[in-house]
């Protein structure tokens, strides 16, 4: 089976560009979160996504933003970005059911300069 | 509100020695815990979770956690580290109310194992 799989590895962009980072969950899964991880800042949550619908997101300015696409994979796009937006985002999915675990993708390293 | 604590944010140990990663949750209803170690440059892998029914829950790669309701805690333990067990490691709590869930993870722990 498939894991979770995320595109591009790695993404380099200027400040005020915009970047698009996509995510394929394992098959079957229907919930899709993002996840921010910058240097000595953990895990912080960015979206969730559940059936096509966002169902949450975190503590994030609206430049980021995403959706997810009726075959379940999903996309995140970050405008406007800063040199503070250069960080590790990880995908996950899940199969959106009370108490499962989630699945991680290898992540998108993304560098703004 | 929901948070998870992790305390301690770097954790050297000697190889074969034991180690415990501490992790204290808070939330005003029940919750399922999960411990993730995340390898240099890669995503996060789950090691264990609890869900419900036996406290002591054993994972992978020989690492146990004990989920302990009164302290609010989950702790995880390996009675004897390998070098390839040099990771970061987060405990994360999931909670689901009328149908929303809210995940939280904690702020990572990085366990170094010194040869």
């Known amino acids: ?113 | 509100a929901q948070s998870v604590t992790q305390l301690d944010s770097q954790v050297p140990v000697f190889e074969e020695a034991p180690v415990e990663l501490r992790c204290n949750y808070s939330s005003s209803v029940s919750v399922y815990l999960f411990w993730y170690v995340q390898y240099p440059n890669q995503g996060l892998q789950l090691l264990l979770k609890y869900l419900s029914g036996s406290t002591l829950v054993k994972g992978i790669n020989g690492f146990e956690a004990e989920f302990n309701k009164s302290q609010t805690s989950f702790h995880l333990r390996k009675p004897s580290v390998h070098i390839s067990d040099t990771a970061e490691y987060f405990c994360a709590v999931t909670r689901t109310t009328g149908g929303y869930q809210k995940v939280t993870f904690g702020t990572g722990t990085k366990l170094q194992v010194i040869p």
Do not use: M
């Open chain 1, 1 to 113: 089976e498939a894991g979770v799989t995320q595109s591009p590895t790695h993404l380099i962009k200027t400040r005020g560009q915009q970047a698009t980072l996509r995510c394929s969950p394992i098959s079957g899964h229907t919930s899709v979160y993002w996840y921010q991880q910058a240097l000595g800042l953990g895990l912080q949550f960015l979206l969730w996504y559940d059936e096509g619908e966002e169902r949450n997101r975190g503590n994030f300015p609206p430049r980021f933003s995403g959706r997810q696409f009726p075959n379940y994979s999903s996309e995140l796009n970050v405008n406007a970005l800063e040199l503070e937006d250069s960080a590790l985002y990880l995908c996950a999915s899940s199969p959106g059911e009370a108490g499962r675990e989630q699945y991680f993708g290898p992540g998108t390293r993304l560098t703004v300069t």
